[in-house]
């Protein structure tokens, strides 16, 4: 079996495709079900392990399939049939890896150096969920489960051994601070929030250390609305009464997992009438969007996508190289170690196969030392000649395979006879 990653990020595609080629937690594990079904064939690689990592900066789907190539091709029309996109339209802003190249990649990803914000960490927490989300739905097998299991140890000890994380400028740090060059002090100022998840959880922390006028969380749950309210003595509503009131205020962030945009431009445009014109910032970090892309048309209206604030946080990342250089060696030590591990599984057939070479001659040796033994043969003469059987039967197929090399290549033969010496020098140390 052999690992493949298919994606796109933010280095390979603009927000736009990332948008419509993203999945949603609600359809992820179905998609992960119609991967399995619909490749496992030989014409389509035989994939038998899949796993699909969906965030704002990404969609990546990972695989194990016996042939790399053709499963490559059939996920990529199967992407293409999901998202309703031509292979075209999509083929310009994938990109395709095999075996080494896959955990190169993941350990890099996980460990926040392939982010839009370098070194951070919430990228961990959406890979983990991935892998449980995978493990639901009976995605994961052998090769998927010991990759992601040593990608969540490579990321933590990458964190742990480097300053990959110092300095780091979030994009919820990156809000506040586009809103302090656009409005100075937010201490009259009230803040909407959209949505209650982990991202809004983390912008809201930064906003309320400016000490705003107020600060509304809108949910469609007013349970989780209301408890995050409550961490930062904020106001609840629902998020249905977004229209009636959305005017109310000054700064605006939204982050949900709605497949539609919920903050449309006649929305906004009433809005302003009602404000007079009064500046609005909008801070759109979800993928999809959740603000029309015609709001940040609108005069008076400031609007920021999460490809927008990447170029904000980017700035402090020449200030990191060495931890960057720190990170690459650990992460290519790991690769070396999975590289050892992928070589030792694929020899297990070849091994098993030794394994039961060697006991089917052992009991044969066996079988004619207890006839003996049970005809009155002496049983240490009985014991000799056992152990000298089985030495000559365990060494017959090596010394066979030593005689007949007339197939092998002058080089091939020299390296097999190398790697028998070495291999006995170093027993009989």
């Excluded at 100022?189 to 705003?212: K, R, Y």
């Excluded at 056992?386 to 033969?413: C, G, M, V, Y």
Aim: charged share 25%; net charge negative; aromatic share 4%.
């Amino acid at each position: 079996m052999h690992l493949i990653a298919l994606g796109l990020n933010h280095n390979t595609a603009p927000l736009a495709i990332r948008e419509r080629v993203a999945f949603g937690p609600e359809d992820t594990a179905e998609t992960i079900g119609r991967i399995l079904s619909r490749l496992e064939g030989e014409e389509s690689g035989e994939i038998r392990e899949a796993l699909i990592l969906s965030t704002c900066n990404r969609t990546e789907i990972y695989c194990a399939a016996r042939d790399p190539d053709l499963a490559t091709g059939a996920l990529e029309a199967f992407l293409a049939e999901e998202k309703k996109l031509s292979l075209t339209q999509l083929s310009a802003h994938l990109y395709a890896l095999q075996d080494l190249e896959v955990v190169k990649h993941i350990f890099s990803v996980a460990s926040g150096l392939d982010s839009m914000v370098l070194g951070e960490t919430q990228i961990v927490g959406q890979i983990k969920n991935a892998e449980k989300t995978a493990r639901a739905a009976k995605g994961l097998g052998q090769m998927l489960n010991a990759l992601f299991q040593r990608t969540f140890t490579v990321a933590k000890e990458v964190r742990t051994a480097t300053e990959i994380g110092a300095h780091t400028v979030s994009m919820s740090a990156a809000a506040v601070r586009l809103a302090n060059r656009l409005f100075g002090e937010l201490t009259e100022l009230n803040v909407l929030f959209v949505g209650a998840g982990e991202m809004i959880e983390l912008c809201a922390a930064h906003f309320n250390g400016q000490n705003p006028k107020s600060m509304t969380i809108a949910n469609r749950s007013l349970d989780r609305g209301e408890a995050l309210a409550a961490r930062f003595g904020a106001d609840c509503m629902k998020l249905s009464d977004l229209p009636d009131r959305i005017a109310e205020f000054d700064i605006i962030v939204s982050c949900t997992a709605s497949a539609l945009p919920i903050i449309g431009l006649g929305m906004i445009e009433r809005a302003i009438k009602t404000r007079h014109h009064k500046p609005v910032f909008i801070v759109d970090l979800a993928v999809p969007r959740d603000v029309e892309a015609e709001v940040a048309r609108l005069d008076d209206v400031y609007v920021y996508t999460v490809d927008d604030l990447g170029q904000v946080v980017a700035s402090g990342k020449a200030g990191r190289q060495a931890a960057i250089a720190e990170s690459q060696s650990i992460i290519e030590l790991r690769v070396k170690e999975f590289s050892d591990w992928l070589q030792l599984r694929r020899a297990v057939p070849t091994i098993e196969t030794m394994i039961d070479r060697a006991q089917d001659l052992t009991q044969v040796s066996v079988d004619r030392a207890k006839k003996r033994l049970a005809s009155g043969a002496d049983a240490d003469e009985v014991i000799e000649r056992l152990a000298h059987d089985i030495t000559r039967k365990l060494i017959h197929d090596n010394l066979t395979l030593l005689k007949n090399t007339e197939a092998l290549s002058s080089e091939e033969r020299a390296h097999l006879e190398a790697c028998f010496k070495r291999f006995y020098l170093e027993r009989k140390r």
